[in-house]
């Protein structure tokens, strides 16, 4: 089992992919040269990090696509990595809810890449769900008790759905997740949906994923 972080790097040049990967042969690294590309590979892949460059093949503008990479991978860091970036750009990047974690210059020093990486693998993810609840417990919104036992339910019933589907290895049962859950089968489908879009699970274990049919038999 391959246990090195893995980056999924979204770049078009070729010189500088050849350079991240002998400056980071310590990760497991994936590219992709678009970002279509790279939101193609989601459901199959679940990196620990993303390292984004602006400019990309076809025209695409990295920025363009990270509200959907947030959307898909909330709590997976994400460093962009850019000459063609203003200042302004680069404060609306690292502010909001779908925001990059790191914003590096081109050319990129090497080293400020690495340690960034190693900072985002190790006070980011997980780190950063815990400090997400801890600052809804400090809005004193009245329905922050509600929204923290929500998320926290749905994050408790999602890793044993993961857990089931993988033990057992065939396709969930929505019928029968719904009843020992509790929920009904529309939440269970949301749940199976979220897991493949982060890449927890194969697509090929719930089809119908992307258009699923509630009133349908199991």
Same mark, same amino acid.
């Given at each position: 089992?391959?246990?090195?972080?893995?980056?999924?790097?979204? @770049?078009?040049?070729?010189?500088?992919? =050849?350079?991240? =990967?002998?400056?980071?042969?310590?990760?497991? !690294?994936?590219?992709?040269?678009?970002?279509?590309?790279?939101?193609?590979?989601?459901?199959?892949? #679940?990196?620990?990090?993303?390292?984004?460059?602006?400019?990309?093949? $076809?025209?695409?503008?990295? !920025?363009?696509?990270? +509200?959907?990479?947030?959307?898909?991978?909330?709590?997976? +860091?994400?460093?962009?990595?850019?000459?063609?970036?203003?200042?302004?750009? #680069?404060?609306?990047?690292?502010?909001? +809810?779908?925001?990059?974690?790191?914003?590096?210059?081109?050319?990129?020093?090497?080293?400020?890449?690495?340690?960034?990486? =190693?900072?985002?693998?190790?006070?980011?993810?997980?780190? @950063?769900?815990?400090?997400?609840?801890? *600052?809804? =417990?400090?809005? #004193?919104?009245?329905? *922050? +008790?509600?929204?923290?036992?929500?998320?926290?339910?749905?994050?408790?019933?999602? $890793?044993?759905?993961?857990?089931?589907?993988?033990?057992?290895?065939?396709?969930? $049962?929505?019928? *029968?997740?719904?009843? @020992?859950?509790?929920? *009904?089968?529309?939440?269970?489908?949301?749940?199976? #949906?979220? !897991?493949?879009?982060?890449?927890? !699970?194969?697509?090929?274990?719930?089809?119908?994923?992307? $258009?699923?049919?509630?009133?349908?038999?199991?």
């Amino acid at each position: 089992m391959n246990t090195k972080p893995h980056l999924l790097i979204i @770049e078009d040049d070729d010189l500088q992919y =050849e350079i991240y =990967e002998d400056a980071l042969a310590k990760f497991r !690294l994936t590219r992709a040269q678009t970002g279509r590309a790279a939101l193609a590979l989601l459901p199959r892949l #679940q990196p620990d990090a993303l390292v984004l460059d602006h400019v990309l093949e $076809n025209g695409e503008r990295g !920025l363009d696509f990270l +509200p959907q990479f947030k959307e898909l991978l909330p709590h997976i +860091p994400v460093i962009i990595v850019s000459g063609a970036l203003e200042v302004r750009q #680069q404060m609306a990047a690292l502010q909001g +809810p779908r925001r990059a974690h790191y914003c590096l210059p081109k050319p990129v020093d090497i080293r400020e890449l690495r340690h960034t990486i =190693e900072t985002a693998l190790t006070e980011c993810s997980s780190a @950063e769900i815990i400090r997400q609840f801890e *600052a809804l =417990e400090r809005s #004193q919104r009245i329905d *922050a +008790p509600e929204l923290l036992s929500r998320s926290t339910d749905r994050l408790a019933r999602q $890793n044993e759905i993961l857990s089931h589907v993988k033990k057992t290895g065939v396709r969930p $049962n929505i019928s *029968a997740l719904a009843r @020992e859950f509790k929920v *009904a089968r529309r939440t269970i489908i949301r749940d199976l #949906q979220e !897991l493949i879009r982060r890449g927890q !699970l194969p697509a090929a274990s719930y089809p119908d994923w992307e $258009n699923p049919r509630d009133d349908s038999a199991d």
